[in-house]
């Protein structure tokens, strides 16, 4: 069974930075594409960036600039580099296998504001 543990949220400032670590155990991970997701309150939730197993990066047009996703296959870790935070980056973020989802983790809360 696929679990994903996320960790790295916290309360930061507008403008600040951020940086989101993902452990998923369980799964064949060099192989398949990972995202990264947002749900803010009252919000659907979002893919806010993903990476393939050739590390090929996509954005959503929110974030493009100010976040950088990568992984390390060796550790079957994903990671998500959070720069020049916005309020309206407040949201809970999860990692997950882009398509078909496993079972969502925890995720991470992020709240910016000052």
């Known amino acids: 069974q696929v679990q994903l543990v996320e960790s790295g949220g916290g309360l930061v400032q507008p403008g600040g930075s951020l940086r989101l670590s993902c452990a998923v155990s369980?799964?064949?991970?060099?192989?398949?594409?990972m995202g990264w997701y947002r749900q803010a309150p009252g919000k659907e939730r979002e893919l806010v960036a993903s990476?393939?197993?050739?590390?090929?990066?996509n954005y959503a047009d929110s974030v493009k600039g100010r976040f950088t996703i990568s992984r390390d296959n060796a550790k079957k870790m994903v990671y998500l580099q959070m720069n020049s935070l916005k309020p309206e980056d407040t949201a809970v973020y999860y990692c997950n296998r882009v398509s078909p989802n496993y079972s969502w983790g925890q995720g991470t809360q992020v709240t910016v504001s000052s």
């Open positions: 369980g799964s064949i991970f060099s192989i398949n594409a």
């Open positions: 990476i393939t197993s050739g590390r090929a990066t």
